[in-house]
């Protein structure tokens, strides 16, 4: 398949997915996979970024998903990373709002926002059957010469 019209896709350097549980426990499984992998390409600057990044997207995912698994890709792009948490049920999308001081419920996206040079939530398509979401976020690093 090509891409769009007007539209050149990127060359993928590597892609990497871990399933896991959709529970809590699974922020920190989620954090050493993505330092795996990018330590394997060797993108270490962008590694504490992303570890922030993912846990807040697995908590997120977690606290709304009511599928019992949830998915970690890390796309890896000649000037940047993708990460995103995916689950297989299309409802229930995040939405915007504070962080609460007292709730412990987390900051939601905006920490990742904050952080990452893009972040959003995205539909999961199978053809034109709608199978999931996924929470995603990018991070940029330029291409050394």
Do not use: N
């Not at 697995?58 to 890390?74: D, I």
């Amino acid at each position: 398949m090509s891409a769009p019209c007007g539209l050149v896709a990127a060359p993928v350097r590597a892609c990497y997915r871990m399933s896991a549980p959709c529970a809590p426990g699974t922020a920190r499984l989620a954090r050493e996979f993505v330092t795996a992998g990018l330590v394997a390409v060797e993108r270490r600057r962008a590694i504490e970024t992303a570890r922030i990044c993912v846990s807040d997207a697995v908590a997120t995912v977690v606290r709304r998903s009511r599928m019992p698994e949830l998915a970690v890709e890390v796309t890896v792009y000649d000037e940047r990373v993708v990460v995103a948490v995916c689950d297989d049920e299309p409802g229930r999308l995040p939405w915007p709002r504070q962080a609460d001081g007292g709730e412990g419920g987390g900051s939601g996206l905006a920490l990742v926002r904050r952080l990452a040079d893009a972040a959003g939530v995205s539909w999961v398509w199978d053809g034109l059957e709608l199978v999931g979401k996924q929470v995603w976020f990018e991070l940029r690093e330029p291409v050394r010469p």
